[in-house]
């Protein structure tokens, strides 16, 4: 799209707008609002142009400061001042054949009637304005209340014009013929804040500009010569402000009628981001200090039912928000790790963590990687918190524009907000398609209010994390043991060819059957690891010939019937399911052993293999359960992994957790 930008003297200060509406600027600007948020009305106002690409317009608001020779400028110096901050991309433009230089500026205004304006005339709001009945006062105090509704609407999200106007048409139909008028009240308000979707210097917009600000005063001479030096690498800092990707290219745009706009792939399922896009923020208000009641473990687990290390890890935690709501908000929010085993019940250990902050009155997210999790978790929050407004968030979910004091979301619907939680919890932060995605890593960083605090989730952190754990410079709690109080199965190892020529010889080892008989002998369910889809299907028809009884089944990512058939698991239909990592974690079934054929593949890292073996045991009535690795060789991996665990169990056993001796 394209903008209006133009200058402001007010207070003895040059500022330079963006304008979605002139007319509200010009009323805005001649003291025609009055009431609610005061502002000095202008002494001069100076259009630069009437239609801008928004990408630029926003360049210039950022780069163009203040300076008292403003006061003299002419036409030819403003057009001066914004060819040199708009150096790059102006020749951009030339090379792909775009519009000249001279054709994007027109000649620079001096908006009628403000330089005379007497101070009755600006109380009065008699300014220049097309429309019937603006800038009466009947059009003042509605626009003034439309403002106030797109503002509440827009709280903490961080959403495409065609998403704010998607949210108006489902709960306020009537304000969507001005809401752009509304958008730029509030923008002037200071209240909304106005972006280009992709833009350059990310790094520096997050953290404040910190000086880097070019001085309009060597525009006229020094100031093109500095921007070409450093135009290259401007350009390539280029980023979208919704997910942090660079842009994928550059493409004429009939929005903004540049020849070479630049997009972003990375986020396009949530709606195309451009650099002429517009992209409406609005942080939430400050954060709520949520009550230091309640941090005892024996409160904790008496009102939620938290064993012992859950309740002593959920008490660390409460004393950790604590704490955080006596700190000044510095640098941003703050993280708590809770480093707890599979089956350890994480979400339950998180119940008096989101109390805390929902009976402060402030918003709490939980994210998580998959929408089936999201589906699993989302009514368990609901009878545990039944007073607090619920949003459900994930890919075609209905009703997503409701606001929610709790929202339960996939990590992908992140890129929505902005600043808009006190209390933000990732759940298995280090599983697909959260881990190693820096795009889901800056969507979760953008979500949490500046005072407000994450807490990261995680059976198996990633080693980064361990070590900042480690070295006391991660706040954190573990939880070393399961609700039952039982050790965790460590894995056994057991030598066998791999996968690959097991298929081609038309056999499966010996060792192998033999203890998939004794898993089936005593009613366990079997889940049978594979490290490749395309070993599934050989690896069943092999299985089938040696149980023909047994009911056995493959699935995959790429399989309709997943969901189907690990019901049927469930239920005990299936025995033996046959299966990738898409089952690694995020599924309990009672009575369950675990074989990871090709351990020792480069698909499998410390991380994956401890989440499968985590499938064993998890019931009380079944808190052993079998685990084995079977693989040629004995990898880094597969070590490390069964160190963990043992660890793990060695914690549990000397905080006096354990109920049973288990596996040393």
Excluded at 434 to 444: G, I, K, Q, V
Aim: aromatic share 6%.
């Amino acid at each position: 799209m394209r903008v209006g930008v133009y200058t402001v003297k007010a207070g003895g200060r040059w500022k330079l707008c963006l304008s979605l509406c002139p007319e509200v600027d010009r009323l805005w600007w001649s003291g025609g609002f009055q009431g609610g948020r005061t502002h000095m009305p202008a002494e001069r106002m100076v259009m630069l142009s009437e239609s801008l690409p928004l990408g630029w317009a926003v360049k210039l608001r950022e780069h163009v400061e203040s300076h008292s020779a403003m006061e003299k400028w002419t036409a030819r110096s403003w057009h001066a001042c914004m060819k040199a901050v708009l150096n790059p991309e102006l020749r951009e433009e030339e090379i792909a054949g775009g519009m000249l230089i001279e054709d994007w500026f027109k000649e620079v205004a001096e908006l009628p009637g403000f330089a005379d304006l007497q101070d009755g005339e600006r109380r009065a709001g008699r300014t220049h304005l097309t429309g019937e009945n603006a800038g009466t006062p009947v059009y003042m105090e509605n626009l003034s209340r439309a403002a106030d509704l797109l503002v509440s609407m827009l709280s903490g999200r961080s959403l495409l014009q065609n998403e704010v106007e998607a949210l108006l048409e489902e709960q306020a139909a009537d304000t969507v013929q001005q809401w752009m008028a509304a958008a730029q009240l509030a923008y002037l308000q200071g209240r909304l804040m106005l972006e280009a979707a992709l833009a350059s210097g990310l790094g520096s917009r997050t953290e404040g500009w910190a000086g880097a600000r070019l001085g309009v005063v060597r525009a006229a001479l020094r100031l093109p010569q500095l921007l070409r030096r450093g135009a290259a690498r401007r350009r390539a800092d280029m980023r979208c402000l919704r997910c942090g990707s660079a842009p994928t290219g550059r493409t004429p745009c009939a929005a903004c009628g540049l020849a070479c706009c630049a997009y972003c792939e990375a986020c396009l399922a949530l709606g195309r981001s451009r650099a002429c896009a517009l992209l409406i923020r609005s942080a939430a208000s400050p954060a709520v200090r949520a009550a230091a009641a309640g941090t005892s473990p024996t409160v904790a687990a008496r009102r939620w039912g938290l064993s012992a290390a859950q309740a002593g890890a959920a008490g660390a935690a409460l004393g950790f928000l604590a704490a955080r709501a006596k700190r000044a908000a510095g640098r941003g929010p703050e993280r708590f790790l809770l480093w707890a085993v599979t089956g350890a019940g994480k979400t339950e250990i998180t119940f008096p963590l989101l109390d805390a902050v929902l009976s402060a009155g402030g918003r709490a997210l939980v994210a998580t990687p998959r929408r089936d999790v999201v589906l699993e978790l989302a009514p368990r929050l609901a009878r545990a918190f039944p007073a607090a407004a619920q949003a459900v968030l994930y890919g075609g979910s209905p009703g997503r524009w409701i606001p929610g004091q709790l929202t339960i979301a996939t990590t992908h619907q992140l890129l929505r907000f902005y600043q808009a939680f006190d209390l933000v919890i990732i759940d298995e932060l280090d599983a697909f398609p959260y881990h190693n995605d820096p795009m889901l890593a800056f969507a979760a960083g953008q979500v949490c209010k500046r005072d407000g605090v994450f807490i990261l989730l995680s059976a198996t952190p990633p080693r980064k994390l361990q070590r900042q754990a480690s070295f006391g410079r991660l706040p954190h709690a573990r939880v070393p043991v399961r609700f039952h109080g039982h050790p965790l199965p460590v894995p056994q190892h057991l030598a066998m060819n791999p996968v690959h020529l097991c298929i081609r010889r038309g056999s499966l080892p010996g060792a192998l059957l033999q203890a998939l008989h004794r898993s089936l002998a005593r009613g366990a369910q079997i889940f049978l690891f594979a490290a490749r889809i395309a070993h599934i299907e050989p690896v069943l028809v092999l299985l089938r010939q040696v149980f023909p009884e047994v009911c056995i089944e493959g699935t995959s990512s790429q399989d309709p019937f997943r969901s189907a058939k690990v019901a049927a698991f469930r239920e005990r239909e299936i025995r033996i399911l046959v299966t990738t990592t898409i089952l690694e974690r995020g599924v309990t079934v009672p009575r369950s052993d675990v074989y990871i054929l090709d351990a020792d593949s480069g698909l499998f890292d410390e991380a994956s293999l401890v989440q499968m073996a985590g499938r064993a045991g998890r019931s009380k009535e079944d808190p052993a359960g079998t685990v084995m690795f079977l693989s040629p060789q004995w990898t880094r991996s597969q070590r490390k992994a069964i160190a963990q665990i043992r660890t793990m169990n060695t914690i549990a056993r000397r905080q006096g957790y354990l109920k049973g001796a288990g596996h040393q």
